[in-house]
């Protein structure tokens, strides 16, 4: 089945402990997304990449790293510089261009706890 | 940056019950969608819609892109609409902003 997958579903960490979030996808698109979701809020963009080798900063992006090796996979860090961690992370995917092209598809998410 | 509004911010239904949610953004955008997102945080699309109007099964939407609105209708509600739906617009290079949500819940 295409789709996006995300791992772990759930993740817990001790504060000072940088953690890689997995976002995989098989539904062949070019550009993939990380938000961040707190509870009761909308999501937020943290990093986008539309083409392999190739990312941009979103709304937030201090705190997090990201990299773009291969066309499937945009893995997440969260260092140790980000103030608030916890959070529901979901990742993205769509196929920019013309018409529906550029839908996203999301995830199901990572929940990251830090305490 | 694009402002985006979404109202009501709760909304309780009996089932069987109509609703009409809307969003209004404050900028010109490419890309408008409309998501559901479970109780298991999953977003599921619903509408791929920057204008004009569609529908699938109970749900439609209506996207006026010169006056800067897009309203979600459900009808009959069931109680598997209950959850959380998202307005998500993006301007340029795909990049979603989204409302803070209507959240729905379906009662019996």
């Known amino acids: 089945d295409g789709g996006i997958t995300q791992s772990p579903k759930y993740l817990f960490r001790k504060e000072g402990q940088n953690v890689t979030l997995s976002c995989e996808q098989n539904l062949n698109h070019d550009a993939m997304y990380w938000y961040r979701q707190d509870p009761g809020q909308g999501l937020r963009l943290i990093y986008y990449?539309?083409?392999?080798?190739?990312?941009q900063k979103g709304d937030i992006a201090e705190g997090y790293s990201v990299s773009r090796e291969k066309k499937e996979s945009f893995p997440l860090t969260v260092t140790s510089a980000q103030k608030n961690p916890t959070a529901f992370y979901l990742c993205?995917?769509?196929?920019?261009?013309?018409?529906?092209?550029?839908?996203?598809?999301f995830g199901p998410g990572t929940r990251l706890t830090v305490t | 940056g694009i402002q985006v509004e979404q109202s009501p911010p709760d909304l309780i239904l009996q089932e069987g019950a109509n609703s009409t949610l809307r969003c209004n953004f404050s900028d010109s955008v490419n890309n408008l969608q409309w998501f559901h997102q479970n109780p298991w945080g999953q977003l599921i699309n619903l509408f791929y819609i920057p204008s004009g109007t569609k529908q699938n099964g109970r749900l439609s939407a209506t996207t006026v892109a010169t006056e800067r609105y897009s309203l979600l209708y459900i009808s009959s509600s069931q109680t598997t609409d209950s959850g959380v739906y998202f307005c998500a617009v993006d301007m340029a290079a795909s990049k979603l902003t989204f409302g803070t949500g209507t959240r729905l819940q379906v009662t019996l």
């Open positions: 990449s539309q083409i392999v080798n190739d990312f």
């Open positions: 993205a995917s769509s196929r920019p261009g013309t018409g529906n092209l550029d839908e996203q598809y």
